[in-house]
């Protein structure tokens, strides 16, 4: 298999939490050839952050596209190339604010992509804003007298939106993480996994996670009330433990199983073509 | 009668835009070339709408002031249309919605109480429209045969009804102008929404994606309905940004994929048309054009987003904007559009308008032309595969995923051959030249396909200057008053050259857009072209022949 | 003090290298430690590069 390193100079900060995840998800791709999936049928894309650079370091197939737009790229790519194993890095202020309205019809639609939300609660690469998921009263460039507002609960927001497969892992502790990565990437359906990523630069929150996450060891993700109760133990705002693993997991038709039919050929297009230029519409 | 015009008018909810269908292809059966323009304000129940059918013995794409026959399914029409009747009008009417004593002295009048036979035939109300044709077939001595196959072509559901319905309005009517047919030939109606998806998916059209906007929803509706017929993917998602993105996703992957919108669906596109320029990803974008700014007049028609789509999107980026002119342009630039795009890997804008996409007219396939598919160029396995290849051409190698042994990356970004990001000035300096180097190449290509028409008296020193759903209605004046008439299909790159030959012998040019400030005639003028004169038209509406001439006589 | 890397755990993230130059230096994409015991002097920033270690790869002892 070919080195799944690129020739590009990482300019991530020395400590950053994309390190892990990049890492990890090199590490899940070379598994997965590894069990037989070709490497050229794998796309990344990307949006625009620091997490969006994932796409510079990895040598695979790959879409850097713009911010907040990972999902729609993916879907048409997902739509057009059913076979293709499509994976989405996305930051959070990508994903959870300009992206929103896409990641909610990702869910909704159920399209088999993974989505992996490089989740720093700050918009990095723009130097220090807050983001959707920032807690209450986060003091940054743009709200430098504390957020007034709310985060919202990503992971609530999936289940709502018919997502079937929901996890959060953190990049601080790398072994769960790679495992949840391939369970969302052979999930056939729409995956989400939030990732608690450090930002060291911004907000440097590795104390704060290694004293509230936690593994989940007793939770059926098949249940969707278990499910929402799980997810609702931290809000993203107050103290409270953080549970990490899958929290739901569902199967379900996908999108993209709706628009594969037979081609019709050029000869049989052209004349049915001809049959309706004579006739009329 | 071998030029004349046809009104038929109700409420929203009447069925009078089908009912344009139904007069065009009756009187297109006979051998007439028909044209139709649909006037409907924005609502769904209610208001006034009118389909206006023009019918000649020579191909025609505008309608006339003056009314032959007014057909009315109630009092306003009767009411705004009876000062537009010729001396030898024909008018027939509900006469259980009008008032009698409001028809027009000295005219030919027959009434048909609809309202009465529908509810005897247990008809919905609606089925109010198929009656009146019914009776207006009798009008002109049509054969009841011909009424009878076009119900039964444009009516699959209810058909058997609607075809009672039509009798029984044919009976109660009344010969008073009988119609010859013309010729033995008789062309198909289509609209120009309906021409171009078929330009489309003769191009080898795969995707369709957009969302429902006025005037382009009907290219959706007519791809969805053919979609399983044809293989093609036909989505409607959340938004007009997701469209446009989706789009560059089914490039990625190797679909052949087109968008449509309008002008504010245009605006959401914007920044994923820059970056279908920068990752070079081609997408086929319809615009059809309607009066703004901002909401406007979203059933009307307009010209004013030429030079919106000449620089949408940030940055500088090579694009191919094509304008067709009347259904059979429609079918043959969309082909053009999507063929041009995969050979230069590049967005093109497709600038329709509510006049040409939802009009109907007589199609001549004669005159349609179809284009060799040209395949794009593809990566020939040798070597490391980049994307971003620099060539003689500016035009690199494609390949799709999955491609063994090829990593495909595509950037927003600037970036270098490999697809990597760059920042440098020397890796921007060749990018930034690599694709700017495809417009010369895409110019030499476009050039093949007579991007600028000359039309009318091609000596005269007079010309007129136009551009889309205008060209039917100069060629027309340009005819009755022995003038030139200039038509530029394609505004990028623009033809300079082929616009300089075009306007050989000219001391007079005569520019007549639908907008306010003269985009074409803004446009030429940036290539050292001058215009003399400007007939502006604002209003939403298209040009009549007669008020042209009039703009053209006042000028003189 | 004597510290060690866990090679597979190591992301490669360059801060334990930065922060700490006598001590950790990258080879490739991963961090090594120079040498056998940590300097005196060094102790202190050794600890804080493991403690600031993002995927906890540094084990001092």
């Known amino acids: 298999m070919q080195d799944l390193n690129t020739t590009a100079i990482n300019t991530w900060c020395p400590g950053c939490g994309n390190f892990a995840i990049h890492n990890s998800i090199k590490f899940v791709l070379t598994s997965l050839v590894g069990e037989g999936m070709p490497i050229e049928n794998v796309v990344l894309i990307s949006g625009i952050g620091c997490h969006a650079k994932i796409v510079d370091y990895v040598n695979t197939n790959s879409f850097y596209s713009l911010h907040g737009r990972v999902v729609p790229p993916a879907t048409g790519i997902k739509i057009s190339r059913p076979d293709l194993t499509v994976i989405g890095h996305s930051g959070d202020g990508d994903a959870y604010g300009e992206g929103i309205e896409h990641l909610i019809f990702a869910a909704k639609r159920n399209i088999d992509i993974t989505m992996i939300i490089h989740n720093n609660r700050v918009y990095g690469l723009t130097t220090g804003q807050c983001t959707p998921t920032s807690p209450l009263g986060f003091k940054g460039r743009s709200t430098p007298a504390g957020n007034k507002e709310l985060p919202i609960n990503p992971l609530e927001l999936m289940l709502a939106s018919g997502a079937t497969f929901i996890a959060r892992g953190t990049s601080r502790a790398m072994e769960p993480m790679k495992k949840i990565f391939k369970e969302a990437i052979l999930h056939k359906g729409f995956s989400i996994v939030d990732v608690l990523q450090v930002c060291v630069t911004y907000d440097n929150l590795y104390e704060y996670y290694d004293k509230h996450v936690y593994e989940m060891t007793d939770h059926d993700p098949s249940d969707y009330d278990k499910a929402l109760a799980r997810m609702r133990e931290w809000d993203y705002n107050k103290d409270a433990r953080i549970p990490l693993g899958v929290f739901y997991r569902k199967e379900e038709p996908t999108f993209e199983q709706n628009f594969i039919n037979a081609p019709v050929s050029p000869d049989v297009r052209q004349s049915m073509v001809d049959k309706f230029l004579s006739e009329g519409a | 009668m071998q030029n004349f015009s046809v009104l038929i008018g109700g409420k929203a909810g009447y069925g009078v835009d089908k009912s344009g269908t139904v007069i065009a292809n009756i009187l297109g059966r006979l051998g007439f070339f028909v044209y139709v323009y649909r006037d409907y304000p924005s609502l769904i129940r209610g208001g006034h709408t009118y389909s206006l059918i023009r019918a000649s013995s020579e191909k025609v794409g505008s309608h006339k002031d003056g009314i032959d026959l007014l057909l009315a399914l109630n009092q306003d029409t009767i009411d705004l249309h009876k000062a537009r009747l010729t001396d030898k009008a024909i008018i027939v009417y509900d006469s259980d919605s009008v008032t009698s004593d409001t028809i027009p002295q000295g005219k030919d009048a027959i009434y048909i109480p609809l309202v009465k036979i529908t509810q005897e035939d247990k008809a919905p109300e609606i089925m109010r429209n198929t009656c009146l044709i019914g009776a207006m077939c009798k009008v002109f001595g049509i054969e009841s045969s011909l009424l009878d196959e076009v119900i039964k072509k444009e009516f699959s559901r209810d058909t058997e009804l609607n075809l009672k319905i039509a009798h029984r309005g044919y009976e109660a009517a009344c010969s008073a102008r009988k119609l010859e047919a013309v010729s033995k030939k008789s062309l198909p109606v289509f609209t120009g929404n309906e021409a171009l998806s078929l330009g489309l998916i003769r191009a080898g059209l795969k995707a369709y994606i957009a969302y429902p906007m006025t005037p382009t929803s009907p290219i959706l509706h007519f791809l969805a309905s053919v979609a399983e017929k044809f293989s093609l993917k036909v989505i409607h998602p959340e938004s007009e940004i997701a469209v446009m993105l989706m789009a560059t996703g089914c490039a990625y992957a190797g679909d052949r994929v087109a968008v449509g919108t309008s002008g504010g669906g245009f605006c959401l596109m914007t920044e994923g048309l820059s970056f279908a320029g920068m990752a070079e990803l081609p997408v086929v974008i319809v615009l059809g054009q309607r009066p703004g700014p901002s909401t406007g007049l979203p059933t009307y028609s307009t010209q004013t987003e030429l030079l919106f789509a000449l620089s949408a999107g940030q940055g500088e980026f090579t694009r191919l904007v094509v304008a067709p002119g009347d259904v059979e342009e429609a079918y043959f630039w969309s082909q053009v559009a999507l063929n041009i795009s995969w050979k230069f890997q590049i967005p093109s804008i497709i600038l329709t308008d509510k006049t040409l996409g939802e009009g109907s007219y007589s199609f001549d396939r004669s005159l349609a032309k179809d284009i060799l598919e040209e395949n794009p160029i593809s990566w020939d396995h040798s070597g490391t595969y980049k994307r971003y290849l620099d060539t003689q051409t500016g035009v690199s190698p494609l390949a799709f995923p999955p491609e063994r042994g090829a990593v495909i990356k595509v950037n927003s970004y600037e970036h270098d051959e490999s697809g990597l990001t760059v920042e440098d000035s020397p890796a921007t300096i060749k990018m930034q030249e690599k694709r700017f180097r495809k417009t010369v190449h895409l110019a030499s290509a476009v050039d093949a396909y007579e991007p600028v028409k000359v039309y009318g008296n091609k000596k005269a020193k007079k010309t007129l200057l136009c551009w889309g759903s205008n060209k039917s209605v100069c060629i027309e004046a340009a005819k009755k008053l022995g003038l030139r008439v200039v038509q530029v299909a394609v505004l990028s790159p623009f033809p300079a050259t082929r616009f300089k030959e075009a306007l050989d012998g000219v001391e007079e040019v005569i520019s007549v857009e639908c907008n306010a400030m003269g985009q074409l005639a803004r446009l030429v003028s940036e290539y050292g072209f001058k215009v003399d004169r400007s007939i502006s038209k604002y209003d939403g509406r298209p040009f009549s022949i007669d008020e042209l001439l009039e703009h053209i006589n006042v000028i003189k | ?61």
């Not at chain 3, 961090?31 to 084990?59: L, M």
């Open chain 3, 1 to 61: 003090m004597k510290v060690t890397i866990d090679a597979d755990a190591c992301v490669g993230c360059g801060l334990c290298a930065s922060s700490c130059s006598e001590v950790y230096v990258m080879e490739g994409d991963k961090a090594v430690v120079i040498g056998s015991v940590v300097p005196k002097e060094a102790e202190q920033t050794a600890k804080q590069a493991a403690d600031d270690c993002p995927v906890t790869a540094i084990v001092v002892s």
